[in-house]
């Protein structure tokens, strides 16, 4: 199965990228978790995208193109994989569907988690992280015991930075400026899986697996 996830901030993308992962025994490929394995393991392009990002520009696609084609020939990405945050714009799309030909392998679904703008503002600006632990609890849908008090330890619950109501909308039009043509992009060629995100996490992940089968 290979596929590719598409959904604005706050659509659950990471929740059910675990759940595809599991179900068709896929590698998840996420572009920040390819900076970060080249990063870490100092390659050339990691070196590369390191100098970007120090610098706090963006990765150019060029650099990011080639890291997701790296990434792609790698064995265990042979019977499948889910990609999750790549493409981002049609030019990206354009260079995977050149690199996926010139490799003899045809993508199978493209999965648009979609949910209503009001629904992932509250999502997200309702979102509170341990300080400490790092658990992940919502004021409405998955509350903690105590208000502010982490269940597992004690910690106190924050708000992260850039889960306020106005950065949140930012993050949700740059999506929809940059990402969102990709549905239109990867509908002409009869790709798209498109899934009712607001519902709940279990009945997106059963909706996602019958559209898939």
């Known amino acids: 199965m290979r596929l590719i996830l598409l959904g604005a901030p706050g659509a659950g993308k990471g929740t059910q990228a675990i759940e595809i992962k599991e179900e068709f025994s896929i590698p998840h490929i996420s572009t920040g978790d390819i900076f970060r394995a080249n990063i870490k393991d100092g390659t050339e392009l990691g070196k590369k995208a390191k100098g970007y990002m120090d610098e706090g520009k963006l990765v150019p696609d060029e650099l990011t193109i080639e890291l997701v084609k790296d990434r792609l020939r790698k064995d265990d ?6 990609l999750d945050g790549f493409p981002r714009t049609i030019p990206q799309a354009e260079a995977l569907d050149g690199f996926l030909k010139e490799e003899g392998i045809k993508l199978d679904r493209v999965v648009n988690i979609d949910v209503d703008k009001s629904v992932l503002l509250d999502r997200i600006t309702g979102r509170r992280v341990c300080k400490d632990c790092k658990a992940s609890f919502h ?3 998955n ?20 889960d306020n109501e106005e950065t949140v909308k930012n993050r949700i039009g740059v999506y929809e400026r940059e990402t969102s043509p990709l549905i239109d ?16 996490p279990k009945e997106v992940t059963k909706e996602i697996f019958e559209g898939l089968k």
Do not use: T, W
């Not at 990405?77 to 889910?82: M, P, Q, R």
């Open 185 to 200: 992009y990867y509908n002409k060629q009869g790709l798209v899986l498109n899934i009712d995100g607001n519902k709940s």
């Open 139 to 141: 004021i409405a849908f």
């Open 77 to 82: 990405a042979n019977k499948g994989f889910l």
């Open 143 to 162: 509350p903690p015991k105590k208000e502010n008090v982490c269940d597992h330890c004690g910690g106190e619950l924050i708000q992260r930075a850039d």
